[in-house]
């Protein structure tokens, strides 16, 4: 399977604990999204990679959220002390930041998330 | 900051029906992207608008991008049961990597 893979698919945590998640981007894919989707909600974007650097990350984002992609390949997401408002489902993206303007697509191929529920 | 609206929330149809989605941003976007999300699945890529009035078509889908680059819209001719899911657009504004997700229509057609 060539696809964007995650590791967990769901983590039952208690509150207060830490959890950290993994995302193998699709290969040579050079840039990686965060996301945090909810119960009929759209996907909410948490932080942007190309490569290993950190480009952005959302304001809203709270320093109890950390993520890194120490090689430019695969990244991981931790969330500390965790509260029972950070259950959701956490997507992963990768595209190959084809993107040149009017003729570039910037497709973003999604994993299959990981669930994460805070007690 | 940016928000991105998406109109309606739900729609039901009747299989052979029309269906379009209307989404809508506080700001001027760069681009937009148009996903599909199947219950239990995650998004799936479906297409990207860059210019002004761009309009695109894939077999029965019609995707629009407004004139002033604030708005978007898919059109579905003649629904099909397969159709069914929830419908995003990801707007992202200039000088910025970030995709906001609109709120979603949720889709579903009856046979």
């Known amino acids: 399977d060539t696809g964007v893979s995650q590791d967990p698919r769901h983590k039952i945590t208690k509150r207060g604990q830490n959890v950290t998640f993994r995302c193998d981007p699709i290969?040579?894919?050079?840039?990686l999204y965060w996301y945090r989707q909810t119960l009929g909600q759209g996907p909410e974007f948490l932080t942007y990679?190309?490569?290993?650097?950190?480009?952005?990350k959302s304001r809203l984002l709270s320093d109890r959220f950390s993520a890194e992609r120490p090689k430019g390949s695969f990244s991981t997401l931790e969330i500390q002390r965790t509260e029972q408002g950070d259950s959701a489902m956490y997507l992963c993206?990768?595209?190959?930041?084809?993107?040149?303007?009017?003729?570039?697509?910037?497709?973003?191929?999604f994993g299959p998330g990981t669930r994460l529920t805070v007690l | 900051g940016q928000q991105v609206m998406q109109i309606p929330q739900y729609q039901h149809v009747q299989e052979g029906e029309d269906f379009t989605t209307y989404c809508n941003s506080s700001t001027t976007l760069s681009n937009i992207q148009w996903y599909k999300q199947r219950p239990g699945g995650h998004p799936v890529f479906l297409i990207q608008l860059v210019k002004s009035g761009e309009v695109k078509k894939q077999k029965r889908l019609t995707f629009q991008f407004g004139e002033a680059k604030k708005n978007s819209s898919l059109h579905i001719t003649a629904t099909q049961t397969t159709d069914v899911g929830t419908y995003f657009c990801?707007?992202?504004?200039?000088?910025?990597?970030?995709?906001?997700f609109g709120t979603g229509t949720r889709l579903k057609v009856l046979a």
């Open positions: 990679f190309q490569n290993e650097a950190q480009l952005e």
């Open positions: 990801a707007g992202r504004g200039s000088g910025t990597y970030k995709y906001i």
């Open positions: 290969s040579e894919h050079n840039r």
């Open positions: 993206a990768s595209s190959l930041g084809l993107w040149d303007g009017p003729t570039g697509t910037d497709t973003q191929y």
